[in-house]
């Protein structure tokens, strides 16, 4: 993309991410001499940019002919494992994969199958990435451009990948697509992520109540409403349920989890 006055890449330690931040994946397992490539984004529930926090593997001689199985562990721990920056486990909402993974081999599961296995004992799995190239390479540069997108100076690999991309001659829109160019699945695994989810979401719900009631104790200055730690106490309840409704099912432990992720793996599913 051409450069303009927005800062497309930060030094990692100048990004203040927390554990209560959204967090993703999206992955590009490669086949026929591909790579297998994950990227981690996250984006703060406050607003702001999405960051492309983290890559795996950073050394792509790494990434070829890796066991599905093993890339999947590999992934969790490289990716998704509570690093020591963080007070308690990030909120992971999706993980995003390739739809090759989906496609039967003539095994008795698929590669998306093998890979969550992996993944169940972390309740976590891979769910199917959407794959428009033409929409997901657009909202890559426009968000590159505006500022809405920005990456890690760690992540030199997707640095590279999106610095080497060419249009694809027959189709303008899209990006040309290079078999055997290990870059070309690094660029897939970062439009995976991006495409298949880049809307904000919203802070965990003991946050949300705490920050209401903390309003209501100190009072609104701006307004006239003068400190009122008793009212807010008295009115816990009420916020909490209201905060409760507000939720959506994005989260899942246990049971649920799992329901859903067996929902996702269904053939055909975006």
Same mark, same amino acid.
Not at 78 to 90: C, F, G, N, V
Not at 123 to 133: E, T
């Given at each position: 993309p051409e450069r303009t006055g927005k800062q497309m890449v930060v030094a990692r330690q100048l990004i203040q991410d927390e554990w209560w931040w959204t967090f993703w994946t999206g992955t590009d397992?490669?086949?026929?001499?591909?790579?297998?490539?994950?990227?981690?984004?996250?984006?703060?529930?406050?607003?702001?940019?999405?960051?492309?926090?983290?890559?795996?593997p950073h050394d792509l001689t790494e990434a070829r002919k890796i066991d599905?199985?093993?890339?999947?562990?590999?992934?969790?721990?490289?990716?998704?494992?509570?690093?020591?920056?963080?007070?308690?486990?990030?909120?992971?909402?999706?993980?995003?994969?390739?739809?090759?993974?989906?496609?039967?081999?003539?095994?008795?599961?698929?590669?998306?199958?093998?890979?969550?296995?992996?993944?169940? #004992? *972390? @309740?976590?799995?891979?769910?199917?990435? &959407?794959?428009?190239?033409?929409?997901?390479?657009?909202?890559?540069?426009?968000? %590159?451009?505006?500022?809405e997108l920005v990456i890690a100076d760690t992540c030199q690999n997707v640095m590279r990948a999106i610095e080497s991309r060419v249009h694809d001659k027959k189709e303008p829109r899209e990006v040309e697509k290079v078999v055997?160019? #290990? *870059? @070309?699945?690094?660029?897939?695994?970062? &439009?995976?992520?991006?495409?298949?989810?880049?809307?904000?979401?919203?802070?965990? %719900?003991?946050?949300?109540?705490?920050?209401?009631?903390?309003?209501?104790?100190?009072?609104?200055?701006a307004r006239g409403i003068p400190p009122n730690p008793t009212t807010a106490m008295m009115q816990y309840k009420r916020i909490m349920r209201e905060e409760q409704n507000e939720d959506e099912p994005t989260y899942y432990g246990g049971g649920g989890r799992r329901r859903l992720q067996r929902m996702r793996q269904r053939p055909g599913r975006r």
């Open positions: 397992y490669g086949f026929s001499g591909s790579v297998a490539f994950s990227v981690l984004l996250a984006r703060s529930p406050d607003g702001g940019p999405i960051y492309v926090l983290d890559e795996f599905v199985k093993k890339f999947a562990r590999e992934h969790y721990k490289a990716l998704l494992k509570m690093p020591s920056r963080y007070e308690q486990p990030q909120r992971v909402a999706a993980l995003y994969l390739g739809p090759d993974c989906w496609a039967e081999r003539g095994d008795a599961h698929t590669l998306a199958h093998l890979a969550n296995e992996e993944l169940e #004992p *972390y @309740d976590l799995a891979f769910q199917q990435a &959407r794959n428009d190239r033409a929409g997901g390479a657009q909202l890559v540069y426009t968000m %590159l451009q505006t500022g055997g160019d #290990p *870059y @070309d699945d690094v660029w897939d695994a970062l &439009r995976y992520a991006l495409y298949s989810h880049h809307e904000p979401e919203k802070k965990p %719900l003991e946050m949300r109540v705490q920050e209401r009631l903390n309003a209501i104790a100190q009072g609104d200055e």
